[in-house]
């Protein structure tokens, strides 16, 4: 752990709290965001957030440090929204998703040679992107994506995990989070070129 961890934890571990409420300042949105992929309402996932905050209180004694605390975090997050989810009957496990056979890309997209028949556009100046219509297009892709892209996608891009702290997080392997996060990602693009045609 580094120092600052090192800290941190031992102010959670002393009740203090400003520590809490900077943990909850830094990671409150991201988990909601989070639980929210695992479980029908907003609501649901609000209590399922107050539920892991509550975990890492009455667990931050035991914490180790065999991870990061953020990941040690999530991980207590994923773990109550996954089940929260299966009671919900919304949740469907990651393996049953990872194996499916579908290309990232249409492969009408390339020539036989694999080069690009037709490359993707190069989307323009900054705030084209940045605008809030296109913010629009990218969440609803994410949302539209499988639940377990949605969550590495989210995770990675959305929320800035490390591929680590992702992998960590929701209990996958690092083949897995990475085939989930190109599929993804390539979805989100098309959508995107769709967009900006």
Request: charged share 25%; no cysteine.
């Amino acid at each position: 752990m580094q120092l600052a961890e090192t800290s941190l934890v031992a102010a959670l571990r002393d009740g203090d709290e400003a520590a809490f409420t900077r943990l909850v300042k830094e990671y409150g949105a991201a988990m909601l965001r989070v639980a929210r992929l695992y479980v029908g309402s907003r609501a649901v996932a609000e209590e399922v957030v107050q539920e892991a905050w509550l975990g890492v209180l009455n667990g931050i004694g035991a914490f180790e440090g065999r991870s990061s605390l953020k990941t040690w975090i999530f991980r207590i997050l994923t773990n109550i929204a996954k089940t929260r989810g299966e009671r919900e009957g919304r949740t469907v496990p990651f393996s049953a998703l990872a194996s499916d056979d579908e290309p990232s890309v249409d492969p009408e997209r390339f020539l036989p040679d694999g080069h690009w028949a037709s490359p993707p556009p190069s989307f323009g100046p900054e705030e084209r992107l940045l605008g809030r219509e296109t913010r629009a297009v990218v969440d609803e892709a994410i949302a539209g994506l499988p639940p377990s892209q949605a969550l590495v996608i989210t995770m990675r891009d959305v929320e800035g995990f490390t591929s680590e702290e992702a992998r960590n997080a929701l209990g996958i392997s690092e083949t897995n989070q990475r085939v989930l996060l190109h599929r993804a990602r390539s979805k989100v693009r098309q959508a995107l070129e769709d967009y900006l045609r």
